[in-house]
């Protein structure tokens, strides 16, 4: 089996993914691809490599002498290698089984059918035994089909990663594939497909850290992977675990200020002035306020304290995790009549754009506060240095934003239109509050 190594000529592109190009391969069409992160795009090269080096054309367009990139790359790009297994390659993408005829003594037969033995996989564990080789991967999934009009990823025959995962709002399983651990969630009530992967590419877009998401199908079920981001030894830290673990002044029990799992707004940020841990790390409550604004722009109504968080890596180290859990993206959820009847007027689109939208977060009344108007009035000082900055980075993407309606397939025509309309609305009414905050572009907000 061949092992070579590859460079790659890469790039960052505006919109946060990553451009490559195999320049070894230049006496073919040129290899090229785009990837939704670094590692993304090295697997899509990686398997061009294979399907190039060991396909019909691989005699007819053999790869030229090694190039010397070094003197040819100037910024923006860089250079990566690209390690191409060929073992890696066939146990990964050439697992159709073929047919053998196995010849055995009628008796020796008799005994394996009897203790259900199964020829086919004990010859495999010969062969494999015989040759030296790695026990090869169950199958796989493709991510290089997350891209186009029929972006689906089929990861039925997936292998199980034997991990769990907790959470109410839907059910889940672990899988294993591309060495990283991924979570096939199904959809529920409170949790469709489309809009996890419209949040989480809106973040995307606006330069968020964000959890891999992609739609996938897993047998007749679409739902979504997700990435896990925990490697070895990392412990998630909800902002759940911090608040029930830790007692500001005058307050006997969190749970009398949670509400079927949401919060007091003024409870939360009595956290975040008391807890150590926060007073010392203001990153944490500009998060918070990312979120709190993003959420309003998407409509996610249940960022729960479970659903964003800090990771500890395994030698105590501390970040701020990705952001994950954006499966309440575009809600409510209107009727087909209902999208309808606000496409055409602009008084009820508006009540469900701008003055009934709500989000996790309850008043003193232990009503849903509403996020727009909030933000408007006497909002804390913290909300608007975070607005200063964020609303200028909204404007700029919002031609992607509402790209992401077209582009994500399992959107009606009508489900799109009408998004691209509240999401416009929303924008509007975000560029009034930012006139009325700070005026024009100068203002007085320290950064």
Same mark, same amino acid.
């Given at each position: 089996?061949?092992?070579?190594?590859?460079?790659? /000529?890469? +790039?960052?592109?505006?919109?946060?993914?990553?451009?490559?190009?195999?320049?070894?391969?230049?006496?073919?069409?040129?290899? !090229?691809?785009?990837?939704?992160? *670094?590692? #993304?795009?090295?697997?899509?090269?990686?398997?061009?490599?294979?399907?190039?080096?060991?396909?019909?054309?691989?005699?007819?367009?053999?790869?030229?002498?090694?190039?010397?990139?070094?003197? =040819?790359?100037?910024?923006?790009? !860089?250079?990566?290698?690209?390690?191409? #297994?060929?073992?890696?390659?066939?146990?990964?993408?050439?697992?159709?089984?073929?047919?053998?005829?196995?010849?055995?003594?009628?008796?020796?037969?008799?005994?394996?059918?009897?203790?259900?033995?199964?020829?086919?996989?004990?010859?495999?564990?010969?062969?494999?035994?015989?040759?030296?080789?790695?026990?090869?991967?169950?199958?796989?999934?493709? *991510?290089?089909?997350? @891209?186009?009009?029929?972006?689906?990823?089929?990861?039925?025959?997936?292998?199980?990663?034997?991990?769990?995962?907790?959470?109410?709002? !839907?059910?889940?399983?672990?899988?294993? &594939?591309?060495?990283?651990?991924?979570?096939?969630?199904?959809?529920?009530?409170?949790?469709?497909?489309?809009?996890?992967?419209?949040?989480?590419?809106?973040?995307?877009?606006?330069?968020?850290?964000?959890?891999? &998401?992609?739609?996938?199908?897993?047998?007749?079920?679409?739902?979504?992977?997700?990435?896990?981001?925990? +490697?070895?030894?990392?412990?998630?830290?909800?902002?759940?675990?911090?608040?029930?673990?830790?007692?500001?002044?005058?307050?006997?029990?969190?749970?009398?200020?949670?509400?079927?799992?949401? =919060? $007091? *707004?003024?409870?939360?940020?009595?956290?975040?002035?008391?807890?150590?841990?926060?007073?010392?790390?203001?990153?944490?409550?500009?998060?918070?306020?990312?979120?709190?604004?993003?959420?309003?722009?998407?409509?996610? !109504?249940?960022? =729960?304290?479970?659903?964003?968080?800090?990771?500890?890596?395994?030698?105590?180290?501390?970040?701020?995790?990705? /952001?994950?859990?954006?499966?309440?993206?575009?809600?409510?959820?209107?009727?087909?009549? $209902?999208? @309808?009847?606000?496409?055409?007027?602009?008084?009820?689109?508006?009540?469900?754009?701008?003055?009934?939208?709500?989000?996790? %977060?309850?008043?003193?009344?232990?009503?849903? /506060?509403?996020?727009?108007?909030? *933000?408007?009035?006497?909002?804390?000082?913290?909300? +608007?240095?975070?607005?200063?900055?964020?609303?200028?980075?909204?404007?700029?993407?919002?031609?992607?934003?509402?790209?992401?309606?077209?582009? /994500?397939?399992?959107?009606?025509?009508?489900?799109?239109?009408?998004?691209?309309?509240?999401?416009?609305?929303?924008?509007?009414?975000?560029?009034?509050?930012?006139?009325? %905050?700070?005026?024009?572009?100068?203002?007085?907000?320290?950064?």
């Amino acid at each position: 089996m061949i092992r070579y190594f590859y460079p790659a /000529i890469i +790039r960052k592109l505006d919109d946060g993914k990553y451009a490559g190009q195999l320049p070894d391969f230049n006496e073919s069409e040129p290899f !090229t691809a785009v990837g939704k992160s *670094l590692g #993304d795009l090295s697997d899509q090269l990686f398997k061009k490599i294979g399907d190039f080096l060991l396909g019909k054309d691989a005699k007819k367009y053999p790869p030229s002498d090694p190039v010397e990139v070094s003197l =040819m790359i100037s910024s923006p790009y !860089t250079v990566i290698l690209i390690d191409f #297994d060929e073992l890696k390659y066939q146990q990964q993408y050439c697992s159709k089984a073929v047919t053998k005829t196995v010849s055995l003594p009628y008796w020796l037969n008799e005994m394996a059918n009897r203790e259900h033995i199964k020829c086919a996989q004990v010859l495999q564990r010969a062969l494999i035994q015989q040759l030296h080789l790695d026990e090869p991967q169950e199958a796989s999934f493709d *991510l290089s089909s997350a @891209e186009g009009e029929d972006a689906i990823i089929d990861v039925t025959n997936a292998p199980s990663s034997g991990r769990v995962y907790g959470g109410n709002d !839907t059910q889940k399983l672990g899988l294993r &594939t591309h060495g990283a651990n991924w979570i096939f969630k199904f959809p529920s009530k409170d949790h469709r497909a489309a809009a996890e992967v419209f949040g989480a590419e809106v973040y995307d877009i606006l330069g968020f850290p964000v959890q891999e &998401t992609y739609l996938a199908r897993y047998g007749k079920t679409t739902g979504v992977i997700c990435k896990d981001f925990c +490697r070895k030894g990392d412990i998630l830290q909800s902002f759940e675990s911090y608040m029930t673990t830790f007692l500001p002044k005058n307050l006997t029990d969190w749970r009398a200020r949670l509400a079927h799992g949401r =919060m $007091e *707004l003024e409870t939360t940020l009595l956290l975040f002035r008391e807890h150590p841990a926060f007073r010392r790390w203001p990153e944490v409550r500009e998060r918070f306020w990312d979120l709190f604004l993003i959420d309003a722009l998407i409509g996610n !109504t249940q960022r =729960m304290p479970s659903d964003w968080g800090i990771l500890q890596h395994a030698d105590g180290a501390l970040k701020l995790a990705p /952001i994950y859990d954006n499966g309440a993206a575009l809600s409510p959820l209107p009727t087909e009549a $209902e999208m @309808e009847e606000m496409l055409s007027d602009a008084e009820k689109l508006n009540s469900y754009a701008i003055d009934d939208a709500v989000c996790a %977060f309850l008043d003193a009344d232990g009503k849903p /506060i509403h996020p727009f108007t909030y *933000l408007a009035g006497d909002s804390d000082p913290r909300l +608007r240095k975070e607005f200063y900055w964020l609303y200028p980075k909204i404007v700029d993407k919002m031609d992607d934003m509402t790209g992401l309606l077209d582009d /994500i397939p399992a959107f009606t025509n009508l489900e799109r239109q009408f998004y691209r309309e509240v999401l416009r609305w929303r924008v509007s009414f975000l560029g009034e509050t930012y006139a009325e %905050f700070f005026g024009g572009e100068d203002s007085d907000v320290e950064a």
